[in-house]
């Protein structure tokens, strides 16, 4: 197996009534990739549906096959997507308006105020 399909490109961890998942600097988002985050919540996350904060740390893309995965198979009630840069709240317009995912779905720039909106009654299960 080479170091590719070994290393994690995220980090997936449950907080405080939501599951977050921070993304390797500067990645590109492949089918590969996608499907492992929907497989690794589902470790962590069995049979609970949370809503989720996703950080993209400046992430490059997603393939559309990614997007697709994530749009129908992520098994949470909200989905924030957070990263301060042009390019990420653009990937965030992107899967919101292109793939709609049954989830809400909403960009932040910060953290902070997307926890408090994972928060807010409606977003969680």
Known sequence: MSADQTEHRFVLRRDDGFVRVEWNRG????????RELVQRLEEVN??????????LNSMVSLDAAALAILANDLNVSALAIVGPTAVDR???????????????????????????WLRTPGHSN
């Open 90 to 116: 653009t990937i965030a317009q992107y899967f919101r308006e292109v793939h709609q995912p049954a989830f809400p779905t909403r960009y932040f720039p910060a953290a902070a105020a997307a926890i408090d």
């Open 27 to 34: 990645v590109t988002v492949s089918e590969r990739d996608a």
């Open 46 to 55: 069995p049979d609970v549906c949370e809503p989720m904060v996703a950080i």
